[in-house]
């Protein structure tokens, strides 16, 4: 059930990246992830290769550190036809294998958080990891987030890099005077003497039921703040490679995950590859309307586009995945494209990550809109518990697919 | 050598065995009494806590701290270790046995008697008789004269210069130059330094330069912060002491995790922290000291205990005994110290290096001390407490004059020594501030570094904006500020 593609227009639409693709390497077709849902969770039907977006050391900004791996390209570009190569996994394994390549990679890579340690974190992204790096790199924390996002402060700037977890996203509001004030800060208040290499990360977003506090996206609270980087996750493959990425990069990461997102299956290439933080993620490319949206709401954003495929719509849909800074290149040149531009966010209407993308949208590329700029968000409501009072808080795909025939009117 | 005497332990007082046993007990787990004698004149064997603070006042070997009670005691005659020797029944919760009792006996909020305060030097610098402490040669006992001298007048002339509107903030260690000093004097350079903000000895005894405090003050082109934090927020990488961030107590969780980074790496050193009392407040403070009893990390807590947080007494900061007590609440050990005796902090903190990195234990020291001057030149501390409070502490009780007294007693010092040591160091920190009015400022372009390891678009894009205004409002920009 894969979404129609242009082979050929996958390739132009990525000849914005195309720095990144190695010479020679013919591009397949891009499918999309075609996403059922189920109870309690998602299933992704079949695996379907991937082009790498490999990212060489001629990245536009200098000094971003990304692994270049030409070979995988080919490699996995070859596989896409016989599925044999790569290995089928789910979200939080992907996770727990990319913070195990680099716990294997750079003995200064450490955990903490609650219940990290021998009880493997409360969706097993670390499990096992304790055991095999002992309880002292896997660090199990009494419960005080800002003490131990303090602590993973000052042993950053003492030459660890260190990952914290929090057990779910809201928490960490109880660490938002380190994270702001120090985390944020101090490479730049001390003169760029002291650096501060963290990854924050946890589990966001609106569950199933899971309550109002537990139910918090984050990323609109953190996104002012100077000196860190914030990026999602969304799929298997993403989520080693950001995480991979989040754990290299010399500033303080802070990396979203889905409650929902964890049990998705995909089936990711055996060979390393690091990601890049500042980069979108082209899904399906298209003519009519740039969708751009991160997290969770991809899916319903694919969701809705076999509706709207089948309506004779051409949607364009960009998984923007870097938070802060926001990929305004790739974003930019859809834009210029389609002309048109619907997002789709899971956060809460006012002052969510859609509202920063709208004004940035608005302020870079007016002159190649043909229509105002539409985003649907959350309400300004606190997440219900009742689970149809909770779904309806959450964008579902009717009312994207509405949105975009209103657009494209 | 230092010498630890015996002094007494952590042992309860006795009850009066006239109550009966439903009275409430004002039993103090932390008074003093002398045991010695009480001990052979009771009949009853004492129970056992489950406490022990023992390294603290003996050395390396350890006591129990034994509570008495009065009731009727059959000898032991059975094994069964859901019982102890004296048939009371142990009980097994998470966290360990505990001893049951049948009377209903609250811990009081308060201890009849405080804890007590090390010291050696008394007022007049006089090595009080038979007090332990880690003696100090001539070299180095006249170091740190020298730089508590320094540091007295490093404050006064950069007070000054803020009144007069050279350089826009300033805050004083008035007060508590034997804190900085003495500490920092105790320590290895390669121990990590968490300051508060009123602990520029520490640095200053680490080597920083008065041009280097100078620079920082003035936010010159020579700051090693490149001009982004307010005065007095110095930090060093090379000389180990970590940029002072504004907050307060959010260096302590900091302190934890680089002691957690200095045990993974097996290191000869430890972290020490410093704080005021208005600090152990916050959240953090208590999060702090859990996690490093927890993790056994090796950080030394200092408490400069001054009496005020701005114009917040102590005896609205908290109801506890201080600082010191509530080591123990969290497991950590802790010991209450004479702020202002140079050889009673330097002992405390050299002894609690050696425990903190050769046992992996954090240790709390309370140092009582008084602020003398202003919380900083935001504040006037004459509106809340009274002038000849500071006076008092400003003259007699003044850790300067008291060291400076003990060296001259040893006759390592004179009233020459003296005058010219503070007639050098004025004209010093003067020359320093001339010197330092006149540097330029950091570049334009330092506003935007080091948000991140290299900057992004968007910053690249509001630093061409900003430049582009500039260029266009040239008379609006300031003149010491290159582009």
Not at chain 1, 284 to 293: A, D, K, N, S
Not at chain 1, 341 to 347: A, G, K, N, S, Y
Not at chain 2, 210 to 236: T, V, W
């Amino acid at each position: 059930m894969a979404a129609i593609l242009k082979g050929i227009v996958a390739t132009s639409v990525l000849s914005s990246s195309s720095d990144f693709v190695p010479k020679g390497v013919q591009l397949p077709s891009l499918k999309s992830l075609p996403v059922s849902e189920r109870k309690g969770g998602f299933l992704v039907d079949g695996s379907d290769a991937k082009v790498v977006p490999v990212s060489n050391a001629r990245a536009r900004s200098a000094g971003r550190l990304v692994a270049a791996n030409a070979v995988a390209a080919e490699k996995s570009a070859a596989s896409t036809a016989s599925k044999t190569g790569g290995h089928e996994l789910l979200l939080f394994e992907a996770l727990r294998e990319g913070l195990e390549e680099e716990m294997d990679r750079d003995p200064r890579v450490c955990v903490m958080g609650e219940d990290v340690g021998h009880y493997g974190g409360s969706y097993k992204v670390t499990k096992g990891l304790a055991k095999k790096y002992g309880d002292l790199r896997v660090l199990d924390t009494p419960i005080a987030e800002n003490s131990f996002t303090g602590m993973a402060v000052g042993a950053a700037m003492t030459g660890l890099r260190p990952i914290v977890e929090g057990m779910n996203m809201g928490f960490l509001l109880l660490a938002f005077n380190q994270i702001s004030n120090n985390c944020g800060m101090l490479h730049y208040t001390s003169g760029g003497q002291f650096k501060i290499p963290i990854v924050i990360r946890g589990p966001g977003g609106v569950g199933r039921q899971l309550g109002a506090e537990h139910s918090q996206r984050l990323e609109s609270y953190f996104q002012s703040i100077p000196g860190i980087q914030m990026v999602a996750c969304s799929t298997p493959y993403n989520a080693k490679g950001l995480m991979k990425a989040a754990i290299r990069s010399e500033n303080p990461v802070i990396l979203f995950e889905h409650v929902l997102l964890y049990n998705l299956k995909e089936r990711i290439p055996d060979e390393e590859y690091v990601l890049s933080l500042e980069e979108a993620e082209m899904v399906r490319p298209g003519e009519h309307v740039t969708i751009l949206t991160y997290s969770r709401m991809r899916y319903h954003v694919m969701q809705a586009a076999k509706t709207l495929v089948n309506k004779g719509y051409d949607p364009e849909v960009i998984d923007i995945r870097s938070l802060k800074p926001f990929d305004l290149y790739t974003i930019g040149n859809s834009v210029k494209k389609t002309h048109r531009v619907l997002i789709v966010e899971e956060c809460m209407r006012t002052g969510g990550i859609g509202a920063s993308l709208t004004a940035a949208i608005n302020e870079n590329f007016h002159d190649y809109l043909d229509a105002p700029v539409v985003c649907l968000s959350s309400q300004d409501v606190p997440t219900p518990y009742a689970g149809t009072l909770e779904e309806w808080t959450v964008v579902q795909p009717a009312q994207i697919v509405t949105a975009v025939e209103q657009l494209c009117r | 050598m230092a010498v630890w005497l015996s002094r007494s332990g952590n042992v309860a007082r006795h009850l009066n065995g006239k109550m009966g046993s439903l009275g409430i007990l004002n039993r103090s787990l932390l008074s003093h009494p002398e045991p010695t004698h009480q001990r052979n004149s009771l009949p009853t064997s004492p129970i056992e806590q489950s406490y022990r603070n023992p390294a603290a006042f003996l050395g390396n070997s350890g006591t129990l701290f034994a509570v008495r009670h009065f009731e009727s005691i059959q000898a032991e005659t059975h094994h069964d270790s859901r019982y102890d020797e004296h048939e009371n029944q142990l009980l097994d919760f998470p966290g360990g046995k505990v001893k049951f009792t049948s009377d209903m006996i609250f811990i009081s909020e308060s201890p009849d008697k405080r804890i007590k305060c090390y010291r050696v030097l008394d007022d007049n610098g006089r090595q009080i008789p038979g007090s332990s402490f880690q003696p100090l040669s001539k070299e180095l006992s006249l170091r740190i004269y020298n730089d508590m001298v320094t540091l007295q007048t490093m404050d006064t002339i950069f007070y000054e210069a803020q009144r007069q509107g050279r350089i826009s903030f300033y805050l004083t260690s008035n007060g508590e130059e034997a804190i900085n000093i003495a500490s920092a004097a105790a320590l290895a350079i390669d121990d990590i330094v968490l300051p508060q903000y009123r602990e520029p000895g520490v640095l200053l005894w680490r080597g920083f330069t008065l041009k280097e405090f100078a620079d920082q003050c003035f936010g010159n082109k020579g700051d090693c912060g490149k001009g982004r934090q307010m005065p007095i927020h110095y930090g060093s990488r090379k000389h180990n002491y970590f940029t002072v961030s504004s907050p307060i107590a959010t260096q302590l969780p900091q302190a934890v995790g680089a002691a957690y980074s200095l045990k993974m790496d097996k290191k000869d050193a430890c972290v020490v922290t410093y704080f005021g009392d208005g600090a152990t407040s916050e959240g953090d403070f208590h999060a702090a000291l859990n996690f490093a009893a927890v993790m056994e990390a090796p950080v030394i807590f200092i408490c400069r205990n001054n009496g005020w947080a701005i114009s917040t007494s102590t005896s609205e900061q908290f109801r506890s005994d201080g600082v010191v007590v509530r080591g123990q609440a969290y497991g950590v050990r802790s010991i209450r110290v004479d702020g202002n005796d140079v050889i009673a902090v330097y002992s405390a903190v050299q002894r609690a290096r050696e425990m903190a990195i050769s046992e992996h234990r954090p240790i709390l020291i309370e140092a009582l001390t008084y602020r003398v001057g202003h919380h900083s030149t935001s504040d006037d501390s004459t509106k809340y407490r009274a002038v000849d409070e500071i006076e008092h502490w400003r003259s007699a009780r003044d850790p300067v004059t008291r060291f400076g007294k003990w060296i001259e007693l040893n006759g390592w010092w004179s009233n020459e020594n003296e005058s010219e040591l503070r007639r050098n160091m004025r004209k010093k920190i003067l020359h320093a501030i001339q010197v330092a009015e006149k540097v330029e400022k950091p570049l334009l372009a330092d506003l935007f570094t080091d948000v991140y390891d290299h900057p992004p678009s968007n910053l690249l894009e509001q630093e061409r904006l900003l430049r582009e205004t500039i260029k266009r409002h040239p008379q609006d920009y300031p003149p010491d500020v290159p582009v």
